[in-house]
């Protein structure tokens, strides 16, 4: 069974630093890509960066370039977000989330979601 | 504001059917990148629930369906369930952007 746990998550001040850890499991981690997905408080989903399998790629919604970075080690089989210069907009729920290797022509779904972990930023 | 538009709310009773938008532009769903569909219950974390434009993984009920035309994509609900009640996310990449994923800005679904 595929699953995803993330931890890390709790209260910082504006302008602190955070990391998260999404810890993998019954799957080959080392085959697929992996997300972060945020979604603060009532509000919808943001795709917040991604990493290829190998770490070769990776991208950031601008919202986070510069400040967040993403890593994995496929040894431990878990993906990281390491967040600095945090902001009270980054207050979210943060999910990690595999890539779906549906074999379409474009990027592929997510097809597994960890439960989340609340980032809340806050003096 | 997100780059794909999905009305805010919908709404419909037991065994009826309704339908989601999601509307984009010409560099993204226009652009021939496929849609893909996210159920997210209250509490809970989103759910894979259309990838491809119109394909179902396993385990989602045929009364779900999505597809696409031109700049948008729609997802159809028939037989509504009580447990249907959610919210729905459209997800699609977008040329444009530094970033090339994007997701739409939800749909709240209440079953009335």
């Known amino acids: 069974e595929v699953q995803l746990v993330e931890s890390g998550g709790g209260l910082v001040k504006p302008g602190g630093s955070l990391r998260l850890s999404c810890a993998a499991s019954g799957f080959t981690f080392s085959s697929y890509s992996m997300n972060w997905v945020r979604q603060a408080p009532g509000k919808g989903l943001e795709w917040v960066s991604s990493?290829?399998?190998?770490?070769?790629?990776?991208y950031y919604a601008d919202s986070v370039k510069g400040r967040f970075t993403i890593s994995r080690d496929n040894a431990k089989n878990s993906l990281y977000l390491q967040m600095n210069s945090l902001r009270a907009e980054d207050t979210a729920v943060y999910y990690c989330a595999r890539d779906d290797d549906y074999g379409g022509n474009s990027p592929p779904p997510f097809d597994y979601w960890g439960q989340g972990t609340l980032v809340t930023v806050s003096s | 504001q997100s780059v794909l538009t999905q009305p805010p709310s919908v709404s419909g009773a037991p065994g009826q059917r309704v339908t989601i938008s999601c509307t984009g532009s010409?560099?993204?769903?226009?652009?021939?990148?496929?849609v893909h569909w996210y159920q997210q219950l209250p509490g809970t974390a989103p759910k894979l629930l259309i990838y491809?434009?119109?394909n179902r993984p396993s385990g989602v009920p045929d009364r779900f369906s999505g597809s696409k035309s031109g700049t948008s994509a729609s997802l159809a609900i028939t037989g509504l369930q009580a447990e249907d009640e959610a919210d729905y996310y459209c997800?699609?990449?977008?040329?444009?952007?530094?970033?090339?994923?994007?997701f739409g800005g939800g749909t709240k679904l209440t079953v009335l």
């Open positions: 010409s560099s993204n769903i226009g652009a021939g990148y496929d």
């Open positions: 990493i290829s399998s190998s770490s070769s790629y990776i």
């Open positions: 491809g434009n119109s």
């Open positions: 997800q699609s990449y977008d040329s444009s952007l530094s970033g090339p994923w994007v």
